[in-house]
């Protein structure tokens, strides 16, 4: 192997599939790549399984452990290890700002994401960030905080690991935080158009749990699977994009593109447009965001160039779909509206997979929300948790109904 620089993780989230594909990236990686803290909430036997492979210094259990001995089981491999446990949310902000963690990838999935995220970026770290609700939650706060203590962000998010991509190839004075915005005209976000993207209100109305858990191109966890279907991950990738490079909600717009093989792409103001293709495989987005700026060969599959393929673009259906409008104003509030936004749809996606909401009112609900809660321009941490927590009473009492 060529010269390379050491690449010290702690993984948040590591028995999720971001967390699971950044495992395999470091697998992959040989000597390059060290994993130093690792963090699970509920799959302690995968996390076993985890420590036993790469002997981190420490990991965290962010839930109560249920099974006494399965914890036993874990407990004696750690010591085996030589692997520190803590317990408990709080403890995260431990293996954050730990010296010898040079990037923290935060794939923890929601809100419950931005606290580690804050704190990673408070004591300067590199951040792969996938956990988009950082963004859509804080955005204004998490850009700030970087900015004020030198932390970095690399999006994992694959469309937005495109636009980055594409912004590093044709603008050369960008730095991590600071994109150079003035020559973009435009960044197109692709969408797959998720499993209903022909549907009409009436078979939309009859989406089954198991139909809206079948994404067409790309293995995921069931949260953001099922906000493919609805594209409300669009609304929060909208969102996530107009803080992440700083561009106004009306310089972003979104195409269906079936294929999910152009990840995204940058219209310049001269007219010329970028894109970013790969077959859709997260660990190419999770490599390029921990290695950058180095670039070696990686474990995603590759585009077979032999075979006849088309690449289709369709405009979304904003009245099937209202998502990505509500995505646009939120975009342009800001303030609360996106901790808002993403607390009802948490509650309402949580329903949904409970079989206690419709499929297409998981949208309704989260627009019910936002339109009465008490907007807050510039929040702090503690103002974002409490419309948090506001939304999600909320939409659980509007549910009840
Ligand atoms: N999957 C993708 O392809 C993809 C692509 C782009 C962006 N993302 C983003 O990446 C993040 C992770 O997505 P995912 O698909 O990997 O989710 P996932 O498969 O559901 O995994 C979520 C991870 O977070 C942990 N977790 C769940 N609730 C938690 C809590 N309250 N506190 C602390 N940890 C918690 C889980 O632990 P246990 O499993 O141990 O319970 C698991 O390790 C999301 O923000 C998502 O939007 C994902």
Same mark, same amino acid.
């Given at each position: 192997?060529?010269?390379?620089?050491?690449?010290?993780?702690?993984?948040?989230?590591?028995?999720?599939?971001?967390?699971?594909?950044?495992?395999?990236?470091?697998?992959?990686?040989?000597?390059?790549?060290?994993?130093?803290?690792?963090?699970?909430?509920?799959?302690?036997?995968?996390?076993?399984?985890?420590?036993?492979?790469?002997?981190?210094?420490?990991?965290?259990?962010?839930?109560?452990?249920?099974?006494?001995?399965?914890?036993?089981?874990?407990?004696?491999?750690?010591?085996?290890?030589?692997?520190?446990?803590?317990?408990?949310?709080?403890?995260?902000?431990?293996?954050?700002?730990?010296?010898?963690?040079?990037?923290?990838?935060?794939?923890?999935?929601?809100?419950?994401?931005?606290?580690?995220?804050?704190?990673?970026?408070?004591?300067?770290?590199?951040?792969?960030?996938?956990?988009?609700?950082?963004?859509?939650?804080?955005?204004?706060?998490?850009?700030?905080?970087?900015?004020?203590?030198?932390?970095?962000?690399?999006?994992?998010?694959?469309?937005?690991?495109?636009?980055?991509?594409?912004?590093?190839?044709?603008?050369?004075?960008?730095?991590?935080?600071?994109?150079?915005?003035?020559?973009?005209?435009?960044?197109?976000?692709?969408?797959?158009?998720?499993?209903?993207?022909?549907?009409?209100?009436?078979?939309?109305?009859?989406?089954?749990?198991?139909?809206?858990?079948?994404?067409?191109?790309?293995?995921?966890?069931?949260?953001?699977?099922?906000?493919?279907?609805?594209?409300? %991950?669009? /609304?929060? &990738?909208?969102?996530?994009?107009?803080? #992440?490079?700083?561009? $106004? *909600?009306?310089?972003?717009?979104?195409?269906?593109?079936?294929?999910?093989?152009?990840?995204?792409?940058?219209?310049?103001?001269?007219?010329?447009?970028?894109?970013?293709?790969?077959?859709?495989?997260?660990?190419?987005?999770?490599?390029?965001?921990?290695?950058?700026?180095?670039?070696?060969?990686?474990?995603?599959?590759?585009?077979?160039?032999?075979?006849?393929?088309?690449?289709?673009?369709?405009?979304?259906?904003?009245?099937?779909?209202?998502?990505?409008?509500?995505?646009?104003?939120?975009?342009?509030?800001?303030?609360?509206?996106?901790?808002?936004? %993403?607390? /009802?749809? &948490?509650?309402?996606?949580?329903?949904? #997979?409970?079989?206690? $909401? *419709?499929?297409?009112?998981?949208?309704?609900?989260?627009?019910?929300?936002?339109?009465?809660?008490?907007?807050?321009?510039?929040?702090?941490?503690?103002?974002?948790?409490?419309?948090?927590?506001?939304?999600?009473?909320?939409?659980?009492?509007?549910?009840?109904?």
């Amino acid at each position: 192997m060529s010269s390379f620089a050491l690449r010290r993780l702690a993984v948040l989230g590591s028995t999720g599939s971001i967390g699971r594909s950044t495992l395999d990236v470091v697998r992959s990686a040989e000597k390059r790549m060290q994993v130093v803290a690792l963090s699970a909430h509920t799959n302690i036997s995968l996390l076993t399984e985890q420590i036993q492979e790469f002997r981190p210094q420490i990991v965290v259990v962010t839930h109560d452990p249920q099974n006494v001995s399965q914890l036993e089981k874990t407990r004696q491999i750690a010591k085996e290890s030589g692997t520190k446990i803590l317990f408990g949310a709080e403890s995260l902000t431990q293996i954050v700002i730990r010296d010898d963690v040079d990037i923290v990838v935060s794939a923890i999935v929601g809100s419950a994401g931005l606290k580690s995220t804050l704190d990673a970026l408070t004591v300067g770290k590199t951040v792969a960030l996938a956990n988009k609700e950082s963004l859509v939650v804080g955005g204004e706060l998490v850009m700030d905080t970087a900015k004020k203590y030198g932390g970095k962000i690399i999006p994992i998010d694959s469309e937005h690991s495109a636009v980055w991509q594409c912004l590093r190839t044709r603008t050369n004075q960008v730095t991590e935080n600071e994109q150079n915005t003035k020559n973009i005209q435009k960044i197109i976000l692709t969408a797959s158009g998720g499993p209903f993207r022909n549907f009409s209100s009436e078979q939309l109305k009859h989406v089954t749990v198991a139909d809206a858990l079948t994404h067409p191109t790309w293995q995921m966890g069931k949260k953001i699977t099922v906000d493919s279907a609805t594209l409300i %991950n669009k /609304a929060l &990738e909208i969102i996530e994009a107009r803080w #992440l490079f700083g561009v $106004l *909600p009306s310089q972003i717009a979104v195409v269906i593109h079936p294929q999910s093989v152009i990840h995204s792409m940058v219209e310049f103001s001269d007219g010329s447009v970028m894109a970013q293709l790969s077959p859709p495989d997260m660990r190419l987005p999770i490599q390029w965001a921990i290695d950058y700026p180095q670039q070696f060969s990686c474990p995603s599959k590759k585009m077979n160039w032999t075979e006849n393929f088309s690449l289709e673009f369709f405009p979304p259906n904003l009245e099937q779909f209202p998502a990505l409008q509500i995505g646009l104003e939120v975009a342009e509030q800001g303030g609360t509206a996106g901790a808002v936004l %993403n607390a /009802a749809n &948490e509650v309402a996606v949580d329903a949904f #997979l409970q079989e206690q $909401l *419709p499929f297409h009112k998981i949208t309704t609900v989260c627009q019910t929300i936002l339109n009465h809660h008490n907007y807050e321009r510039r929040p702090t941490l503690e103002q974002l948790q409490a419309a948090d927590h506001w939304a999600r009473e909320e939409t659980k009492t509007w549910l009840s109904r």
